[in-house]
């Protein structure tokens, strides 16, 4: 609030502008339920747009529409029932963190703190669904078939892209991959991903399952790949670590796998909503 | 993965680093349970620890205890059960943003990324509790108990401050605020918030949570002020936006009581966990 810093004779207009928020806002919540539910979002999506306008006078360019999509999906998670100490942690944690900013000097404090939270949040939520893929019933066999696809579809984009690459897939970002290395990729994704389904408990459609992991997997994983090489990039580094002699860091080798367990998660999600499994 | 790149001279090094990935990987995953969650939330908090890494190398400053705090609660939002639906909406759009990502030039496009999904979901999370107070049972007194608390604190300390004010609260972020008046501000909220509960419907204790609120609303809520200067100072800008005339921005406006939504909210939750409503 600018109170402070609005002259007296501004009291007329600052009277108007009060009422101009307080009535609607009193109305709305008298009202209750999808109304002032919907005030509030519309609230939060004008005040979403002002703050990305702010951060682009401060030289970012950040995105109004992944912006208003993450507020739309924080906003509902809130609202709809659920797992209140995580939802309590998260926020108090997420409103504590930028507090503290404002102890630092100013020339940059909100991407820092916008950078850990965005970077924690992507590989905490795309972790997560990995350990979340061996605690379904037989978990063991839907790891296995993230497992196998997505190192199928690497491993199968190298040998092919070896000997039958031209057309560069991402030059700016992966120099050394092609767009024949990537269909290789996901043919070998899909023969593995139906080696696995023809073998595991998941019933008589099995192999579909692997058949359509093997697909999501090959052609969607190389992106988990490409998003941390874009990360490389800007730190001209080669690798993320040096965990793992000769495979750099942890980052450089789960990074597809991340991708991988997202989409299979999903699957198995699909798949026991049309109650196949 | 960095297979393409790796010189065939390394070829005994990478079969042993390989194996250092994949024998306790897969034995994790045999043992299944709590053994594969902890190896995947280790290999999660190292990967995030290799991002920050990354942006350092960048030129950025983001703070690993954010980012693994970040991803510690995400993970663990997965992993327990939660509404499928939002969680599937909310990671694909993640992991398709930051896709949409690699068409840009490399300079700044995670900050920009970042920034638009911090952003989101600070507004989105903060938003969403202010919705949610008038959603419990009687609402609307919770809702007046979060108004009334948020906008005596701003106008106590604007007031003491103007007469009493002396020692500066926040000088670097907002010139205005004084000690003296932070503490008129505290004092207002709690004689506000114990008028409220006196009359709300929330049995024989209800002007202790009038009392709890306005110490909650009245100490705490002013940050969600400063945090909001902390981003118009880095954007060199007055006021949010011009919607409300004299009042600049809806952001300006709601700015303390996103806070206020989110400690209502709380103290709400806390008594039904108490059994007190």
Same mark, same amino acid.
């Given at each position: ?104 000097? #100013?020339?940059? !404090?909100?991407?820092?703190?916008? $950078? /850990?939270? +965005? =970077?924690?949040?992507?590989? *905490?939520?795309?972790? &997560? ?13 839907? #790891?296995?078939? !993230?497992?196998?696809?997505?190192? $199928? /579809?690497? +491993? =199968?984009?190298?040998?092919? *892209?070896?000997?039958? &690459? ?26 593995? =991903? ?84």
């Amino acid at each position: 609030l600018n109170a402070a810093k609005t002259k007296p004779n501004d009291l007329p207009i600052r009277l108007l502008g009060g009422a101009l928020f307080v009535v609607p806002f009193a109305a709305f919540a008298w009202l209750g339920g999808w109304w002032f539910f919907g005030l509030m979002l519309a609230a939060t999506g004008l005040a979403t747009y002002e703050l990305i306008g702010l951060m682009r006078k401060a030289g970012h360019t950040p995105s109004l529409l992944i912006a208003l999509f993450t507020a739309l999906i924080a906003f509902d998670v809130v609202v709809l029932p659920t797992i209140s100490i995580l939802l309590f942690a998260g926020v108090l944690g997420l409103m504590t963190t930028l507090a503290l900013e404002l102890r630092k000097p #100013l020339d940059h !404090t909100s991407s820092d703190w916008a $950078l /850990a939270v +965005s =970077g924690g949040l992507y590989l *905490g939520l795309t972790g &997560g669904h990995l350990a979340g893929v061996r605690i379904f019933e037989n978990g063991l066999w839907w #790891l296995a078939l !993230t497992c196998t696809t997505t190192w $199928l /579809a690497d +491993s =199968g984009a190298y040998l092919v *892209g070896r000997s039958f &690459g031209k057309h560069k897939l991402a030059p700016r970002i992966s120099p050394g991959k092609t767009v024949e290395g990537y269909l290789g990729g996901i043919a070998a994704a899909v023969l593995g =991903g139906m080696a696995v389904g023809w073998f595991a408990p998941f019933g008589p459609l099995g192999w579909w399952f692997g058949l359509a992991g093997g697909m999501l997997v090959g052609s969607l994983s190389v992106f988990g790949d490409l998003i941390e090489s874009m990360f490389k990039r800007q730190a001209n580094a080669k690798d993320s670590g040096h965990l793992i002699p000769g495979h750099g860091g942890i980052f450089d080798r789960i990074d597809s796998l991340l991708w991988a367990g997202v989409l299979i998660y999903h699957l198995h999600a699909l798949a026991v909503w049309v109650t196949l499994l």
